[in-house]
């Protein structure tokens, strides 16, 4: 398995466990209106993710056009680690952090050894 496909499945785990985090709150929400926004884009984005990465493991060539796609979710950090931060150095370590994510990522999926991988129809 190539690098930038370990990196990716490391990357989606970190999101199934920030939806995990974040599902109590979804919850709460569920029991005061019963279609919310942020349950929808939770849901929406859990079964997203559960999708590719079965793709993933199953090496399928389509897996690789939805992975690029979760992948695009790194791009927002960037920013958003930037002035998140009170301290300026931190919020620029913290954005080039997400910024070398971002480009692993990418670099990663979008290389010949990931498209070979990728190769079941």
């Given at each position: 398995m190539p690098a930038g496909?370990?990196?990716f499945l490391a990357y989606a785990l970190v999101i199934l466990a920030v939806v995990a985090v974040t599902l109590p709150r979804v919850?709460?929400?569920?029991?005061?209106?019963p279609i919310s926004p942020i349950g929808v884009f939770s849901m929406a984005l859990l079964a997203y993710t559960i999708f590719t990465v079965t793709?993933?493991?199953?090496?399928?060539?389509?897996?690789?056009?939805l992975a690029l796609g979760l992948a695009t979710l790194s791009?927002?950090?960037i920013p958003l680690a930037f002035f998140s931060f009170?301290?300026?150095s931190a919020g620029i370590v913290a954005a080039a952090m997400c910024l070398l994510l971002s480009v692993a990522l990418f670099r990663g999926l979008t290389g010949p050894s990931?498209?070979?991988?990728?190769s079941e129809p």
């Open positions: 496909i370990r990196l919850i709460e929400q569920a029991v005061a209106i793709l993933v493991l199953q090496r399928k060539e389509a897996a690789r056009g791009l927002p950090a009170a301290v300026a990931a498209r070979a991988y990728l």
